[in-house]
């Protein structure tokens, strides 16, 4: 089956770094991706990952271990404005001859940046 | 591009009623998606489309229609509602399958009573 798991939710302080971890297991690995999402709003793309290693993208860097189903969201000189939910999507299930695109969710973390 | 556009942006229905879910992208993607959100967890995949003509069920499909006649509309039909179905709804869509993020509408927030 599919499962994708985060922690619900994280707090963290104002300046200060702060990992999300995701691990997942599914059926078909085609890549991993790390939205965000305010309150009330649509998720925006933060990161993807395909291959094993961190990706660097300025205060947000993205994780991946295939072997071990593990990936990991860094966030760096935390801001107010950070103060979001955080959403780790397998993307790769199958389906019939190819790959549709789907991606399979986990539950979001609510991260909340304290001054 | 104005993006993906999603119409009502929140609707209140009454138990047995029906309603259409509008979702426009105007950035000529073959993929679209339909999510539904509950208060406080991940998206779950309602319905998708690889192109026109061409749909497929996603995780909870349960109460739920879509088509797909043209590149740019999708579509999701609610028959016969239900309280299980008050969510906020995301419509998506992207350019090709591998490495492509996702680009969301903002949502519709239904309520059934």
């Known amino acids: 089956g599919q499962n994708i798991d985060q922690p619900t939710e994280m707090t963290a302080t104002e300046g200060a770094i702060v990992q999300i971890n995701c691990t997942y297991q599914?059926?078909?690995?085609?890549?991993l991706f790390w939205y965000q999402q305010h309150a009330g709003e649509a998720p925006t793309f933060l990161s993807y990952?395909?291959?094993?290693g961190l990706e660097e993208k300025g205060r947000f860097s993205s994780f991946l271990s295939r072997s071990k189903g593990y990936s990991y969201l860094l966030l760096k000189e935390l801001q107010m404005k950070d103060s979001a939910s955080y959403l780790c999507?397998?993307?790769?299930?199958?389906?019939?001859?190819?790959?549709?695109?789907?991606?399979?969710f986990g539950q979001g973390t609510t991260l909340q940046v304290k001054p | 591009n104005a993006g993906v556009t999603q119409t009502p942006k929140f609707r209140i229905l009454k138990i047995g009623q029906s309603m259409t879910l509008q979702c426009t992208q105007d950035?000529?993607?073959?993929?679209m998606y339909w999510y539904r959100q509950d208060p406080g967890m991940g998206l779950k995949l309602i319905y998708y489309?690889?192109?026109?003509?061409?749909?497929d069920k996603g995780e909870v499909p349960n109460g739920y229609n879509v088509s797909r006649s043209t590149t740019e509309d999708f579509p999701l039909r609610l028959e016969l509602a239900a309280p299980s179905q008050t969510s906020v709804y995301f419509c998506?869509?992207?350019?090709?399958?591998?490495?492509?993020?996702?680009?969301f509408g903002p949502g519709t927030r239904l309520l059934v009573l």
């Open positions: 998506a869509s992207s350019p090709t399958r591998q490495g492509e993020t996702q680009y």
């Open positions: 599914t059926s078909g690995f085609n890549g």
């Open positions: 990952n395909v291959l094993d």
């Open positions: 999507a397998v993307s790769g299930l199958f389906h019939g001859s190819g790959n549709t695109g789907k991606l399979i």
């Open positions: 950035m000529n993607h073959n993929y």
């Open positions: 489309s690889v192109g026109a003509g061409i749909t």
